[in-house]
């Protein structure tokens, strides 16, 4: 059969789909808006049905079902339809059964964004919020593409850059919510992601901007069926793919933009629906993306009754994200499990720097952590003056010295703990952009922490090492259940990453538009801090990050055969699989105890190797002491300028971190695109 053959058939095989497949989902979808409606209203579906021929509201039922219950319904089937459309042209155009609105960092934009209009311009934020959170998305997305480059759109590099720089505007976004609290409390229910209405405003916005779907459809699917057959085929058909797909993300960068700003955060949908359509048959190009719109409406619909009935369990509302992330990360995990294998893997090349470590390095840094630890301690933030910064120099007294050595150590033993968990799990994926985020460990533990608190009581901070440990170690079964089918394969690791951030960030949104007094306590945790450790509390971390550094140095031999490839490790005698999973077991033990004394820690893991890396430490030995010590001297100087530049306020040190370790690292990631 010939090739144009072969792409007439691909063209009209969404009219041969089978039909029951559709049927089935037209019954569900029926089924979902009768399920939904009944939950949002007491009227009987005679009298629902009244209203919607036209009868006149007279009621107080009347009018919440025609101005409550049927714009929420409306919306659901929207952005339902609309984001799971998006997600299946977006891993259509890139090949990759991870990509989604959600992991390229739309949501993180767009809630940036907003809290800034909240903070900087608030008499600005009701006529032109929803156009400041759409250009907040835009340009997110834009970074992403940027970093990640064409060549990464299949691959895991845009998944961690989307990662990157979702965790990285989440710092900044923290970081201006903890300073202007009050400013900003009316956002959270915003980003937890709601549905709930009280008039047609938002539906009437919304409809215009979605309409262009109607022209993804008919346009799409030609284009998509040619770039099946790769760049070298779709050539030879007279498609030059690189103009296509940029148009193709910009409509579905409009499209996601327009839902988020109606709606807020709901992540998953845009994920897993196209990858349950193609497990129910869904094949050519039209076929995914009519199914996958159909199936979208259905599981938001449905989700969203989820958070109906659950808002009657609880005594505050449950917004709709949240159950979407809920019901989400557990069923991305089960259709995707089969689909990654060890043979995803995404072989970057280790950054440019010096071919070996000099004996400067060796003198200079040990210098600077000094240097470091000398202005944490003598620093006197209310005695500096720009034109004698000298005399804020000063040797601390007793109750002075008594409540910063503390805080150092713990920021200290925090940089060597995620530095060597960071060193590890990237030597073992063989993959410079992984880190203790990517994998989860750090989210599992933050994930118990904060449920317990919220569902239980009490302080987190008073929670436990032991909760963080046992969420750690639940995150490690996960990765060690599916990672044995799997060879450990980074699209696994980065799977789960992916679902339990997602989770926390659902359950903390949830917390923080109750507007109860924990609200901020969670908030300033999760962003790092080294507040409320005590002086007992401080020692015990330093001599387990010292117990477990020196067993991370035992592994250096493994870490050496392992980054040269399985097959030379195993024939040096090295058992693998044996040692991938003590070297596991050891990043989680890093991760959770980072986690269970001063809340997670974002991109020190990340960046401190890479620093490392740069300043001459190829070898496995020279990085496992030059890393722990860049993550000293990240931390350290973090937790320092978190107190010291805006005093009398204070800034977590992880959030400080975040922020100058994020920023760093997506400058070098952009300047290796466009160099």
Known sequence: MTVAATLDRAESGWLRAPLTRYLLAGVALLAALLIHLSLNSTLSLADQWSLLWGRTPETFEDFQFVY???????????????????????QQVTQNLLLSPMTLGASSGAWLA????????PELMASWGAWF?????????????????????????????????????????????????????????????????????????????????LLVLLVAPRPLTLLRLGDAGAGARGLSTGPIIAVLLLLSLWLV?????????????????????????????????????????????????????????????????????????????????????????????????AARVGRRVWVLVPAVLGALVLLTLCFKPDGFAWSAPWTALKWPTDLVL???????????????????????????????LASPDILGMSAGATLTLVLYTVFIGGSIHEAGPV????????????????????HYAPGIMILVGISLGALIE??????????????????????????RVSDAKALWFAGGTAVLFLLALSTARWLTLISAGDHIAMARGLDTGRARLVLLILACALCALVTAVMGPVAFVGLLAPHVATLMGARKVWP????????????????????WAILYPKQMPAGTIAAILGGSYFIFLLTRRRLG
């Open 402 to 432: 008594s409540l910063r050595w503390p805080r150092l150590v713990t920021a200290a033993c925090a940089g060597v703990g995620m530095a060597v968990a960071g060193l590890i799990l990237q030597r073992l994926i063989r993959n410079p």
């Open 114 to 121: 907003l809290v800034c209009v909240n903070v900087w311009a």
């Open 257 to 353: 933009a327009s839902a988020i700003t109606a709606v807020g955060v709901i992540s998953f949908i845009g994920l897993i629906t196209p990858n349950i359509a193609r497990a129910a048959g869904a094949r050519t190009a039209r076929d995914e993306l009519c199914f996958s719109l159909m199936l979208g409406a259905v599981l938001l619909l449905l989700t969203d009754c989820v958070a109906v009935e659950a808002s009657t369990w609880f005594s505050d509302l449950v917004p709709s994200g949240t159950a979407a992330a809920l019901v989400g990360a557990p069923a991305l995990i089960w259709f995707a499990r089969r689909k990654l294998s060890s043979r995803d893997q995404t072989s970057l090349q280790l950054p440019e720097g």
């Open 467 to 486: 909760l963080a440990f046992a969420g750690s170690a639940g995150v490690l079964a996960i990765l060690l259940l599916l990672g044995r089918r799997t």
């Open 133 to 213: 959170a759409m250009a907040g998305a835009l340009l997110s997305v834009i970074l992403v593409l940027m970093i990640a480059g064409r060549s990464g759109l299949s691959g895991l590099p845009v998944i961690l850059a989307g990662m990157a720089t979702h965790i990285l505007m989440g710092a900044i976004a923290t970081t201006l919510v903890l300073l202007n609290q009050y400013a900003t409390e009316t956002l959270f229910i915003w980003g937890a992601g709601d549905l709930t209405q009280t008039d047609w405003t938002w539906v009437t916005w919304l409809l215009p901007k979605l309409s262009i779907a």
């Open 68 to 90: 409550a219950a049927l714009p929420r319904v409306v919306l659901a089937v929207l952005v339902g339809a609309v984001m799971a459309m998006v997600g299946s042209l977006l």
């Open 623 to 642: 990085q496992l002491w030059l890393a722990p010590l860049a993550g000293m001297v990240l931390m350290i100087f973090s937790d320092w300028l978190g």
């Open 506 to 531: 659902a359950v903390v949104h949830f917390v923080l538009a109750k507007g109860s007094d924990q609200a901020y306590t969670i908030l300033g945790w999760l962003s790092g801090s080294t507040y």
